[in-house]
């Protein structure tokens, strides 16, 4: 991709259509119910009108989980206790079936594609027989889950020492992730779900929410999969020395105001891909329900380069990755759940996906007062 290919697909992102959005209000006032009583509910329907451009909005169904996975070079620098080819284990995992994600895709009719964005252990012997697959156009609602592979290179750089991958690197994981988002809206899906997997990517992410928030690393780096105080120290400290490595980097080649830039830097490959994913959606009208810390590190990435991204955000949960909540409140998300949980895969974000289809539910099929022949409350 190149920045002109990537400004036809930003120009493609409009704002929620504000006639949709003022009809799904007056809609929402008008069920048989007290103003405002479903709560967030009713903001999520009249949102997804806005985006559709109609009242009520389509049902946002089937839904796609795209797990996208790579290796990060920062993991040098001992900032999670699990070795790097977990990731290709987990890689295998999914496709077998039996990580989390799986079983709750499977309980709420949602297909799942692994992305291989960078991994860096070889996945030959650990892919099962024909899980691989030319593109995500070919992955079915319930069925078995398969693997697309849109590496970039094998794993990033060390964020610490260098920038994680070049700019140009970046933009084609931009392109992938735009690519894949295409390909399911294509095969009929119609809302998209961002998940990960990739040791040491929480601090990759931390790097990111610091640089896009202007918020101090203590206060976004998290324990990720499990580290003691010591080791959550020392990962802190990793993170403020990548962040000023690139604050010196910008000052240097005047990249300060670019965030592609910024990504390729302190980000990861699977950012870059969950970037041009959600860019993907949004472009295409198609709601796209974030995961954890490290798809609210990449919306952070996307809404600085198409600011209307965000009318086609939902968040699915709020991690316990203190990083997410101060992604979501830049954003200015709302999540559906808070249940603590800091696992990734997109497994919160598959969660709330029944809640999602509630919200629009409600919406198209509940009487109004008029309908139903109920009486207003008295004003």
Sequence with gaps: MTDDQLAQTLAAIRPADPTALAAARDRQNRLTKPHGALGVLEEVSIRLAGLAGTCPPPDPSPAAVAVFAADHGVHAQGVSPWPQEVTAQMVANFLAGGAAVNVLARQNGAAVVVVDAGVVTPLDGLVPE???????????????????????????????????????????????????????????????VAGDMGIANTTASAALIAAFTGTDPAEVTGLGTGIDDAAHRHKIGVVRVALARRTAEAESDGTGDDPVAALASLGGLEHAQIAGFILGAAAHR????????????????????????????????????????????????????????RLGEGSGAVLALPLVRSAVAVLREMATFDAAGVTEKSS
Excluded: N
């Excluded at 990033?156 to 933009?171: C, G, N």
């Design 130 to 192: 024909g899980a691989l697959v030319p593109d995500a156009s070919t992955i079915e609602p319930g069925g078995q889950p398969r693997l697309v592979e849109r590496v970039v290179r094998r794993g990033s750089d060390d964020i610490s020492v260098r920038p994680a991958m070049t700019r140009e690197q970046a933009l084609e994981g931009l392109t992938h992730g735009i690519t894949i988002a295409g390909e399911l809206v294509g095969a009929g899906y119609r809302c998209l």
């Design 286 to 341: 198609v709601p796209i329900v974030l995961d954890g810390v490290i798809s609210g590190a990449s919306a952070l990435v996307a809404a600085t380069l198409a600011p209307d991204v965000v009318d086609a955000c939902l968040a699915g949960h709020r991690s316990a990755e203190p990083g997410h909540a101060v992604a979501l409140k830049h954003l200015g998300l709302t999540p559906l759940v808070d249940l603590e949980l």
